[in-house]
């Protein structure tokens, strides 16, 4: 499926939250602030997480309230494409799990395929036309947030995080729309 030549876009900064939980090594405020602050603009003030030996991973961010009330209940889900920068210290760290959660729930695809780089990147997940395994009706998008984890595939490392965006794909009718979120 494919997305129509002409869409609208809607683009919103939205107070949202982020907290960590389960096992593994702590996040923290890298340059000062707040991991929400941190992770709401793209100015190289980071949060860290180490990653000291193969397998072990750091906490779960959890990123909740992305503020997608707006879109209508009727709306079909075509996609949500999330995009993170970052990078990784020594180049071994890499994502253990990026899934989608709805009112806290894990669901859908798991999107964690990502070896990060010493070099700052953005990497996305999923697309405006993947909907990472959730049903396209019925979906409270009010609810919709996102956990993601990472892990050392060898030695110690450290994973910076900077930016984090969401954006959904929905139609209503013939309309097709897409909706930015960014934690602000």
């Known amino acids: 499926m494919s997305l129509a030549k002409e869409y609208f876009i809607e683009t919103a900064a939205v107070a949202g939250t982020v907290t960590q939980s389960g096992s593994g090594n702590a996040w923290g405020p890298g340059g000062g602030g707040t991991l929400q602050s941190n992770l709401a603009i793209s100015d190289n003030t ?33 996609g949500i494409l999330l995009s ?21 729930v894990e669901t859908g695809d798991d999107k964690a395929t990502h070896t990060w780089s010493i ?3 953005v990497v996305t997940y999923g697309a405006l036309n993947d909907a990472w395994k959730i049903g396209p009706f019925g979906i409270d998008y009010s609810a919709i947030g996102f956990n993601l984890s990472y892990q050392s595939t060898g030695g110690a490392d450290f994973m910076f995080l900077d930016h984090v965006t969401a954006q959904i794909a929905y139609r209503c009718g013939s309309r097709v729309s897409v909706a930015t979120a960014v934690l602000g």
């Open 119 to 121: 070099i700052e990147e």
């Open 46 to 78: 980071r949060t860290v997480s180490s990653v000291a030996n193969p397998g072990s991973a750091t906490r779960v961010i959890e990123l909740r309230d992305f503020g997608f009330p707006s879109l209508p209940a009727r709306a079909q889900l075509l």
């Open 84 to 104: 993170v920068e970052g990078l990784s210290n020594s180049g071994v760290a890499q994502d253990k799990s990026i899934r989608v959660t709805l009112d806290g």
